[in-house]
């Protein structure tokens, strides 16, 4: 009985460690979401911004017909 109840033991301790580790991992992903949205929303208002600065300095072209129309 000893041997069984041994190796019920260890499965316990490995199950316990297993879901602390799972645990653990979640914790992380979920902080490491955090940090991936809010540079997702800089990026956003970073790439308006160049949008922006990008139409304010680009000379107006006029449209004409080439010479030879």
Do not use: C, G, N, Y
């Given at each position: 009985?000893?041997?069984?109840?041994?190796?019920?033991?260890?499965?316990?301790?490995?199950?316990?460690?297993?879901?602390?580790?799972?645990?653990?991992?979640?914790?992380?992903?979920?902080?490491?979401?955090?940090?991936?949205?809010?540079?997702?929303?800089?990026?956003?208002?970073?790439?308006?911004?160049?949008?922006?600065?990008?139409?304010?300095?680009?000379?107006?072209?006029?449209v004409t017909k080439p010479?030879?129309?």
């Amino acid at each position: 009985m000893t041997a069984d109840t041994d190796r019920v033991t260890s499965l316990e301790i490995l199950v316990t460690e297993q879901e602390k580790t799972i645990e653990e991992l979640s914790v992380q992903i979920a902080e490491q979401w955090t940090v991936i949205e809010a540079m997702r929303r800089k990026l956003d208002a970073l790439t308006d911004r160049f949008l922006v600065l990008e139409e304010q300095t680009t000379p107006d072209i006029p449209v004409t017909k080439p010479p030879h129309w």
